[in-house]
């Protein structure tokens, strides 16, 4: 039996660095997301038990350093009791991958939704993302769509995660400039966790964040564009400070992601709704109200360096689909 997934990668607004526990993958702080909708990441698993052991190919091709992390998820499955043989996982990915656009995020989020397919485990949504987060501490957000928060438990344990505001009810769009196709040199958990052992600004970033949660939520619930992309833009700027602030220092951006970020700002002075977000990585995310996307692409799209523009909507979280 072949089972296929998709899901789509999330872009956080008021961002995750840093892990409370590492070995759970639980973050320090938590998180809110948008899940976008053209981006997409296409997950086929196949059980085999005459396999010598669990293999994963990605975009075609075997994929040898993240197949450990592929057999962590399907062994989360079997210690909770499925019946998960050795399984074949082939995934494609529409985007670049490994280059700050959440595929992991994606990519683990299609493939819990698969297993639980494929072994007719029936866990609930909110069991899936908590499997998924601890393959990718993003993934837990792109098992649901629209503005999803991802909250850190009262008992410091566990994650909830769960969507605060359907897609349809405030369908913002999203205008990413690629200024770099290949992947980043530090990845996002060495860097984390560089981070906190260097880092002289990392206490005051896990302080702060309840206040940003909190602001960026009632921005969501009164669609709020203003208030929301204040508390994004900042959120996304103190969480490159803390890491520009490590030892040595995590340069996630390059020349033509600082020129972005001054043309979306100039943009949104001269009255176009639209505010900046970058994850660790070079990309920039431009979100904005609908009307106004032509107007961002051309504006980026002649800065120099802006190597690709992709268009994305809101989304819906992973789900099954037809192989």
Not at 174 to 195: F, H, R, W, Y
Not at 232 to 246: D, F, P, R, T
Not at 299 to 311: C, D, F, K, R, T
């Amino acid at each position: 039996m072949r089972t296929t997934a998709v899901a789509h990668p999330n872009i956080a607004l008021v961002k995750y660095w840093g892990k409370a526990d590492p070995k759970r993958n639980i973050p320090a702080v938590g998180s809110i997301s948008i899940t976008l909708d053209t981006l997409t990441t296409t997950t086929s698993l196949e059980f085999d038990p005459d396999l010598d052991g669990d293999r994963f190919s990605l975009n075609g091709k075997s994929d040898s350093p993240s197949l450990h992390r592929v057999k962590h998820c399907l062994a989360l499955f079997r210690r909770r009791g499925a019946e998960v043989p050795h399984a074949k996982v082939d995934s494609t990915n529409n985007f670049p991958t490994a280059a700050g656009l959440a595929s992991s995020a994606s990519g683990f989020a299609a493939l819990v939704v698969a297993v639980n397919q494929a072994a007719g485990s029936n866990m609930a949504r909110s069991e899936l993302a908590g499997l998924a987060r601890e393959c990718s501490g993003s993934a837990a957000r792109s098992l649901f769509g629209g503005y999803v928060e991802l909250e850190l438990a009262e008992d410091g344990e566990r994650t909830e995660t769960r969507t605060i505001l359907q897609a349809d009810q405030w369908p913002l769009e999203v205008v990413i400039a690629v200024t770099d196709v290949g992947p980043k040199a530090v990845g996002s958990t060495e860097g984390m966790a560089l981070t906190e052992r260097t880092s002289p600004y990392y206490r005051s970033w896990v302080e702060t964040s309840t206040t940003d949660l909190a602001e960026a939520r009632a921005a969501i619930a009164a669609l709020d564009f203003e208030r929301l992309a204040e508390v994004s833009e900042q959120s996304c700027l103190k969480m490159h400070a803390v890491a520009l602030a490590a030892r040595p220092g995590l340069l996630y951006w390059n020349g033509t992601t600082i020129d972005c970020l001054h043309q979306i700002r100039e943009l949104r002075g001269r009255g176009t709704p639209v505010f900046f977000t970058v994850d660790a990585g070079p990309q920039v995310k431009a979100i904005c109200e609908p009307g106004v996307t032509d107007r961002v692409r051309h504006a980026l799209g002649q800065i120099p360096g802006v190597v690709e523009l992709l268009s994305c909507g809101l989304g819906e979280g992973a789900a099954v689909v037809d192989p």
